[in-house]
């Protein structure tokens, strides 16, 4: 019987005689053999990346997945398979309260994604965590500077709204002990926006009303505390003065 070249057989010599640098082929020949090297190798990377992927080994998975990224930005399902090793490297980072090198992993992953909820919503815990470390620490302009981060991703989060409103009456205490007022009302004024049942806020602001003589105003400030923490004993003193 007359022989028949397979062609699957053909290809895989055009592979083979890329692969060892023989490259006696017409250009199309080797244009072709070479682009079929680049995505066997990059399909072989993202099914070993993948499989580290689901145990766990997130690491790894990452090194295949960007090799594999890199032979072909085109395959959309190794773009999308290299974001979420990014996402849960991120997750279990931040499990350990490693919220800087979490927030580079969900960056990566918002770079390949940037409109993604999941990876978005990640990166803004990841800020929040930032941040509240900041604040315990009283290093209130960088703990400021982070919640700002995290409401840009999650505008309508309720939690970091609450610490935002928290640190920035936390920011206007340390201008009010200092006596800089219309700094310390500025920083009242913006954590009562975040949070309109922030009661220490409208008590502070009540009090530099107070002492600035704008007594109408001040009434009005601590008749909302009174209304959001009716035990702030010093706002009812206030009133009946």
């Given at each position: 019987?007359?022989?028949?070249?397979?062609?699957?057989?053909?290809?895989?010599?055009?592979?083979?005689?890329?692969?060892?640098?023989?490259?006696?082929?017409?250009?199309?020949?080797?244009?072709?053999?070479?682009?079929?090297?680049?995505?066997?190798?990059?399909?072989?990377?993202?099914?070993?990346?993948?499989?580290?992927?689901?145990?766990?080994?997130?690491?790894?998975?990452?090194?295949?997945?960007?090799?594999?990224?890199?032979?072909?930005?085109?395959?959309?399902?190794?773009?999308?398979?290299?974001?979420?090793?990014?996402?849960?490297?991120?997750?279990?980072?931040?499990?350990?309260?490693?919220?800087?090198?979490?927030?580079?992993?969900?960056?990566?992953?918002?770079?390949?994604?940037?409109?993604?909820?999941?990876?978005?919503?990640?990166?803004?815990?990841?800020?929040?965590?930032?941040?509240?470390?900041?604040?315990?620490?009283?290093?209130?302009?960088?703990?400021?500077?982070?919640?700002?981060?995290?409401?840009?991703?999650?505008?309508?989060?309720?939690?970091?709204?609450?610490?935002?409103?928290?640190?920035?009456?936390?920011?206007?205490?340390?201008?009010?002990?200092?006596?800089?007022?219309?700094?310390?009302s500025q920083k009242f004024i913006d954590a009562i926006n975040f949070?309109?049942?922030?009661?220490?806020?409208?008590?502070?602001?009540?009090?530099?009303?107070?002492?600035?003589?704008?007594?109408?105003?001040?009434?009005?400030?601590?008749?909302?505390?009174?209304?959001?923490?009716?035990?702030?004993?010093?706002?009812?003193?206030?009133?009946?003065?």
């Amino acid at each position: 019987m007359p022989r028949v070249d397979q062609p699957r057989n053909w290809v895989l010599g055009l592979f083979v005689r890329a692969h060892r640098g023989v490259f006696s082929l017409h250009p199309c020949q080797r244009h072709l053999a070479i682009c079929l090297n680049f995505s066997f190798a990059s399909s072989n990377y993202n099914n070993t990346g993948v499989e580290f992927l689901q145990k766990g080994d997130y690491i790894t998975a990452i090194l295949y997945l960007e090799q594999a990224y890199f032979l072909n930005k085109e395959a959309e399902t190794i773009k999308k398979n290299l974001a979420i090793a990014y996402n849960n490297y991120g997750v279990s980072l931040l499990k350990e309260e490693k919220a800087g090198v979490a927030l580079e992993k969900f960056n990566k992953a918002r770079d390949l994604f940037p409109d993604d909820d999941g990876f978005r919503s990640n990166a803004a815990k990841a800020y929040n965590q930032l941040a509240i470390k900041a604040l315990e620490e009283k290093n209130f302009v960088v703990a400021e500077n982070y919640f700002y981060s995290a409401l840009r991703l999650q505008p309508d989060e309720q939690a970091i709204r609450k610490n935002l409103s928290v640190c920035l009456t936390n920011y206007g205490v340390e201008f009010y002990d200092k006596k800089q007022y219309t700094l310390a009302s500025q920083k009242f004024i913006d954590a009562i926006n975040f949070d309109e049942t922030n009661s220490s806020a409208y008590a502070f602001l009540g009090n530099i009303n107070y002492y600035t003589q704008q007594l109408q105003k001040a009434l009005i400030c601590f008749e909302h505390a009174l209304q959001n923490d009716p035990n702030l004993d010093y706002a009812k003193e206030r009133i009946e003065a």
